[in-house]
């Protein structure tokens, strides 16, 4: 692989053995009620115009069509596609915990564990097994830890079908929401290619693996959520006070918004290509 990894194995696996906090109760009894005066988009309004926006309009419909997510777990990304359009979902993830915690939550939700393939992105073994075999590839999160990032979309591009779909989703660390993980957590801030994160980088990224592009954009307006903080001090309390205080925001946002949201490179929390194998 050309271009240096930004990330390690044991990073990742150390994200998933972290304990589950619980979060302050009162707060999160009034946000479960908000959520069911103004539907789940109070709680992740990005998220909501992401599926029901942008995947609604530019993914192919059809049951049992094969999705692959690469970096997978903890997998319920893949659980959701699987209930919401009916794809039979696989993933590729090398981290044991993240492995298990994916496998788990596909049993729950009565997939086939097996589907998910423990296994590094980059062994040539997956190519040769997989090449051409998807009819939708899709990740979320990882090709910005790398420093070269066209031969790892063109890894995903290998795996699919010709007519296939793929969709990469990114953070985005730049503008505002860059002074914010800086202050939060400036660590993993490094662990993060900032240049694919200007719109123009993004796309040009796409534009010489022989796919035709559906859609490529910021999406979301702004989102506390999308930073992280070490596991304990006066930051991670700050951050958890804000995560609750996202929710006012969205009520904000969808009285001001509707269904649109407001992209924008300062703030808008991600960038997603949607394109086509050609
Ligand atoms: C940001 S997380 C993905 C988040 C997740 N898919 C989601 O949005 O629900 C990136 C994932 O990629 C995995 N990963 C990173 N490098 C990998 C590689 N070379 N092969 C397989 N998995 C990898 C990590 O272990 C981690 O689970």
Not at 164 to 187: H, Q, V, W
Not at 248 to 255: A, G, V
Not at 264 to 272: C, E, F, K, V
């Amino acid at each position: 692989m050309s271009g240096e990894r930004l990330t390690t194995e044991e990073y990742w696996d150390s994200v998933y053995k972290e304990p589950q906090k619980k979060a302050f109760s009162l707060t999160k009894t009034v946000g479960d009620f908000l959520k069911k005066v103004f539907g789940s988009r109070i709680k992740n309004y990005s998220e909501y115009i992401l599926w029901t926006n942008i995947y609604q309009k530019y993914l192919p419909k059809g049951k049992d069509l094969k999705i692959l997510e690469i970096g997978s777990a903890p997998g319920w990304n893949l659980v959701k596609f699987h209930n919401v359009f009916g794809y039979a979902p696989y993933g590729i993830e090398y981290a044991p915990t993240g492995v298990e915690e994916n496998r788990r939550r596909f049993r729950g939700a009565g997939l086939n564990p097996q589907n998910v393939i423990e296994a590094d992105f980059f062994d040539d073994k997956l190519r040769l097994r997989y090449g051409d075999y998807f009819d939708l590839v899709e990740s979320g999160g990882f090709i910005e830890h790398f420093t070269d990032v066209s031969p790892v979309v063109e890894r995903h591009v290998l795996l699919l079908k010709q007519g296939g779909t793929l969709i990469i989703i990114i953070p985005n660390f730049r503008g505002l929401n860059n002074k914010l993980f800086a202050f939060f957590n400036p660590e993993v801030l490094k662990m993060h290619n900032l240049e694919i994160m200007k719109l123009d980088n993004f796309r040009k990224t796409f534009s010489d693996l022989g796919l035709e592009e559906k859609y490529c954009n910021y999406y979301g307006t702004f989102n506390f959520g999308m930073f992280n903080t070490p596991q304990k001090g006066v930051k991670y309390w700050i951050h958890r006070f804000l995560i609750r205080f996202q929710v006012l925001l969205n009520i904000l946002f969808i009285f001001i918004f509707g269904n649109r949201g407001f992209e924008n490179r300062h703030m808008s929390p991600y960038l997603i290509y949607i394109g086509r194998k050609k």
